[in-house]
Structures are given as C-alpha cells and as structure tokens.
C-alpha cells in the first residue's frame, strides 16, 4: 500500500490564472464574439435575439453586478452563470445546476448526410426547439456559429450546433432530435459532425447539460467527453421598475 503525501504549496509563486472555461460567456464575448458583445465596463450581454445569455468578469464582484444593472436596465430578467447568489436588491427568478463536459476522445468525422443551417431555416429550428427543449434558441442564434442539420422529407428532424466560442474551445449545442425519430444515433452523429468543423479550426469542443439530465451526460461521456466542473445557472431580475428613469 503506498501513501500520497501532500505537497505544500510554493507561497512565492503566484496563484494560477483562471481557465478560460471558468467563465467562458465573458471569455466570448471579450474574445472571438466580442462583435456581438453589449458591453458596459465590467458586464456585457449578447443582444437580446441572439441568445439570452449575459456575463460578469467576475461573478464576485459588485461592481460587475452593478454594471450589469446598468447594461440591462430596471426589472430586467437575465441569464448570470457562475454566481450562487445575486446581490442584494436583485431578485432571484430561477436558478439551476449545470455540468461542463470537455472533448478528451472524441472520435470528430464530418457527416455527408447533415446539412448547414441559416436564417432562412430559423422557423424551423424554432419549432424543433420548441418541441424538445434543448436549452434557449433566439431568432438570431444561428449566427453564432456553424449549426447541421438532417432532414427526412424534407422535414428537419435532428440538429447541433455552436455557441459560445472562446479563445481555444468551441461549446456544442442545441444537441436535439424529434421524438419520432429518436434512437437511431442522428444527435451523436451530428456531435460528433460539428466537433469535426471545430477541430478543423483548431478549437476543443466543449458543451454544457443540466445536472440532472443523467441520460444526457453519461451519453456525452460514452462518446468521448469528460466532466470539467460543475456550474450553476442563475435567471435574475434587475433592480428597480421596468420603465423607471435612473442617474
């Protein structure tokens, strides 16, 4: 039996730096999506079609909060990752716990079946989202990355795409099939499809589920991802009275 003696750490040395995936919304949009990035000081936010997600540079900061406040305006619902629990005077509309899973072994092929989709798509995808809640989709989503598709007759049947894109690592998302045509590895062969494009560039394919979405996870882990760290989610109401002047 051996013994594993813990190793003092080195207090001359500087603590580490952050990985870019502690905060990857904030490492998006300052980084590879800061074209889309609504941003004052330390807060910034995607526009309001394009995805619902916003960003602290630190979720321990109040004046990141308080920057926030002003970005988004009085009584606005926003979506905050990475923080427990808002501020005083925020008002906590919903929270959830998340899991990041990170590409270890991840057999990426390009799919010949699978077809790029735009705007033009976007009434489709909705009703697909709509009807197997893969997480939130905007009308203007798409543009954050490539998205695939596969369509039977015509009909849009399974999708995957990219959103967050940080320095180094591209997150893979709505992940979804229709109910009918579940069980036939559509969603699997289009993870592993938009993968393909993001090694293809140079990036590490990443992506996030909901803690208790066991089936989702252990999926994802057979296919070749690995659990990096548990996340939370928080849906926050601003301070103040939607409409209400400040300053």
Not at 219 to 241: A, D, Q
Request: hydrophobic share 45%.
């Amino acid at each position: 039996m051996s013994l594993s003696i813990p190793i003092p750490a080195d207090r001359t040395q500087s603590p580490a730096a952050p990985h870019v995936l502690d905060n990857p919304a904030w490492a998006a949009l300052t980084g590879p999506h800061a074209r889309f990035a609504e941003r004052v000081g330390l807060a910034a936010r995607y526009p309001v079609d394009v995805s619902p997600f916003t960003a602290l540079s630190d979720p321990a900061d109040p004046r990141a909060w308080e920057d926030l406040a002003a970005l988004a305006g009085p009584g606005a619902a926003v979506a905050v990752t990475g923080a427990r629990t808002p501020p005083d005077g925020w008002k906590l509309v919903e929270g959830g716990e998340g899991v990041q899973l990170v590409d270890t072994s991840l057999r990426a092929e390009h799919a010949p079946e699978a077809v790029p989709l735009g705007l033009a798509d976007v009434p489709e995808i909705l009703d697909l989202i709509d009807l197997t809640k893969p997480g939130p989709f905007l009308p203007r989503t798409v543009e954050l990355g490539a998205y695939l598709g596969i369509r039977e007759g015509g009909v849009l049947v399974a999708m995957a795409g990219e959103r967050l894109r940080t320095p180094g690592w591209t997150e893979i998302s709505a992940v979804c099939t229709h109910p009918a045509h579940r069980g036939r590895g559509l969603a699997t062969r289009l993870v592993r499809a938009v993968a393909a494009g993001i090694r293809d560039r140079g990036d590490t394919p990443f992506l996030h589920a909901a803690a208790v979405n066991s089936g989702a996870i252990r999926l994802y882990e057979s296919i070749g991802f690995t659990l990096r760290r548990r996340t939370t989610f928080l849906l926050v109401r601003t301070p103040g009275v939607p409409g209400e002047q400040t300053g």
